[in-house]
């Protein structure tokens, strides 16, 4: 794969810096879209307030009138971290605010696939609700909101997936990315929407006197912050400025210890400590420890391991679950080595290319880990990818991501609607999506979506490009510099982490753990200045290399702690040998 390193330029900033504001900070934040400082807000006061989400008056009214009428609730959830996120935000608030019966269900991905289907309709029925909610998903749910309906069961839809052509007949929606919704911010994360309904519904009890009159401590809604941080991380919705509030502010509670002991014991059987997390270890380590649980099993535990108040017993679902994202990962390791032997072997016509949006089947991939598997491969040959695996004797189901210029879910929509019946279900977000089709229907839909995909990108969008904020000075590789560089985000999806480049004298490098590579480099000619680096998953056949004097680099600034003592580590995103 070619990967070029482009500079960014920089933007003008609209209004006066501050003047305790890094000189480095003002080029990274304005480059990436700030205007002001008041974008970079964190306090709570400067959360959008919840008034214009389309559908939450209704929602709220339904909701107060389900609590006081002490009626049975049950959550429909999905089966990934936001999902899980969601759905004990919901149960946590709804308890808290003396609801009498809450109860949540999960469908086993294997079994019933996502959102609320009319066969879990069918498994709902069994806990008697009045009224159903969905947290994560059910803005395509026009069936299964049909058939609870039928059943006389009420659906309260709580979602943030792009809508269909048709939105469901519930009791209410609360979406900002449906039709109508004035809500500015259209990145809120599952976990993030049922927070802003939750919010408002203590403000309506509140106002009615229900806390009072029942001796009900009023909730604090920023107890529930850790688990929506975690959830719009591992989400990986764009941080705008709003989801910025919600995940800084998460991430304090967490770091002060002030968050659900199932949090907590994810990080340290983990080995990541409380008191430096970042954004991204919510995205690279709890999130994957909880999803495992969704991918190769039952997102329950994960779930279970959120809700539970116990520190002892937190632990022991915390460790069940790190044991299934150890087998998630050896799955998904024989996995990946299948698909590139598969493309390595791919028989191409002479003068024929590879396509440019893969599509890869095998009967016997895990069907949990297929989304894994894609976003892999798109690294690798940085094209979109769809993974396929069985459903059923006759279906298979894939799971797709993409890359910067192709909206995924758009592309579906366009081979969906260019092929009617080719696809029998699909639905997700920009840069991830799901699907389903026919097994005999697999090589149709593979020339369809390639087609698409050619239609949409060209030829440059087909090289990885690496955006750096520059080079770095000698004097900058501090300490200070990093920690403040660490401090200045939340950093994410949309809103990356800064990245610079150089070259740098090679000094010493060697390989840790299984394919990490450790490097020790030198800023300057004379070796008189030397910075510690590290380089993750790196290809052993390339490195290291003792042939290159020198190296090419793209990293971000990091502080390393080692025994209580903090030094300068550069995290390479991307190194090449100079000769």
């Given amino acids: 794969m070619n990967t070029k390193i482009t500079r960014r330029t920089a933007t003008a900033w609209l209004a006066p810096w501050p003047e305790d504001l890094h000189h480095r900070l003002q080029p990274i934040y304005a480059n990436r879209g700030v205007a002001s400082m008041s974008e970079m807000e964190r306090s709570l006061q400067a959360m959008l307030r919840p008034q214009q989400l389309k559908g939450l008056d209704t929602a709220v ?17 999905d089966f990934d971290a936001d999902g899980a996120t969601s759905c004990a935000v919901g149960m946590l608030a709804l308890r808290d605010m003396g609801a009498a019966s809450v109860q949540y269900l999960v469908p086993n991905r294997f079994e019933f696939g996502y959102g609320l289907t009319p066969e879990i309709v069918e498994v709902a029925k069994g806990y008697k609700p009045d009224l159903i909610i969905t947290v994560d998903n059910g803005i395509s749910s026009i069936e299964g909101v049909a058939a609870s309906k039928a059943a006389g069961i009420g659906v309260l839809v709580t979602d943030h997936h792009l809508p269909g052509h048709s939105l469901p007949d519930a009791e209410a929606i609360v979406n900002p990315n449906q039709p109508g919704c004035d809500f ?17 519904l203590r403000s309506a009890l509140r106002a009615q006197g229900w806390f009072a009159s029942k001796g009900i401590p009023e909730p604090n809604m920023g107890n529930y912050l850790d688990l929506v941080a975690l959830g719009t991380v591992a989400d990986v919705v764009p941080l705008d400025s709003n989801n910025r509030i919600l995940v800084h ?8 210890g002030r968050a659900r002991p199932g949090i907590l014991a994810l990080l340290d059987v983990a080995g990541r400590q409380r008191h430096r997390l970042v954004a991204s270890d919510l995205g690279f380590t709890v999130g994957p420890r909880l999803n495992a649980a969704g991918r190769l099993d039952d997102m329950s535990l994960g779930i279970e391991c959120l809700l539970c108040d116990s520190p002892d017993l937190a632990r022991e679902m915390a460790i069940e679950l790190d044991d299934l994202n150890k087998d998630r990962r050896s799955i998904e390791a024989g996995m990946q080595q299948e698909a590139l032997k598969t493309l390595e072997t791919l028989t191409l016509n002479e003068g024929e290319e590879m396509p440019w949006g893969l599509c890869l089947y095998d009967g016997q991939w895990h069907q949990g880990v297929i989304g894994i598997l894609a976003s892999r491969i798109k690294e690798r040959f940085h094209r979109p990818v769809i993974a396929f695996a069985d459903a059923s004797d006759e279906e298979i189901k894939g799971s797709a991501r993409s890359i910067p210029g192709l909206h995924i879910r758009d592309a579906l929509d366009a081979v969906a609607s260019a092929n009617p019946g080719l696809l029998t279900k699909f ?3 920009a840069m991830a999506a799901g699907m389903s089709l026919k097994k005999s229907d697999f090589p149709r839909f593979q020339k369809a979506f390639d087609d698409v995909v050619r239609q949409s990108l060209n030829a440059d969008d087909l090289q990885a490009e690496i955006l750096s904020d520059g080079e770095l000075a000698d004097d900058e590789f501090s300490l200070s510099l990093a920690h403040t560089l660490r401090e200045a985000g939340p950093w994410g999806q949309h809103f990356p982490e800064p990245v610079f480049d150089g070259e740098f004298y090679l000094v010493q490098q060697r390989i840790v753990g299984e394919k990490h590579l450790k490097l020790v480099l030198a800023i300057d000619e004379a070796r008189q200045q030397l910075v510690d680096a590290i380089a993750f998953n790196i290809d052993v056949k390339e490195w290291p290399n003792h042939n290159a004097e020198k190296i090419r680099l793209a990293y971000r600034l990091d502080v390393n702690e080692f025994r209580g003592r903090e030094s300068v580590q550069l995290m390479a995103v991307y190194l090449e040998a100079v000769y």
Avoid: C, D, W
Avoid at 186 to 200: D, H
Avoid at 249 to 256: A, D, K, P, V
């Fill in 61 to 77: 009214e339904r909701l107060v009138k389900a609590i006081t009428g002490q009626e049975s609730l049950l959550i429909v959830g």
């Fill in 249 to 256: 502010q998460g991430l304090q509670r967490i770091r002060s």
């Fill in 184 to 200: 500015p911010s259209k990145n809120l994360a599952g976990v993030g929407v049922i927070f802003y309904l939750m919010s408002a």
């Fill in 427 to 429: 639905g997700g977000h």
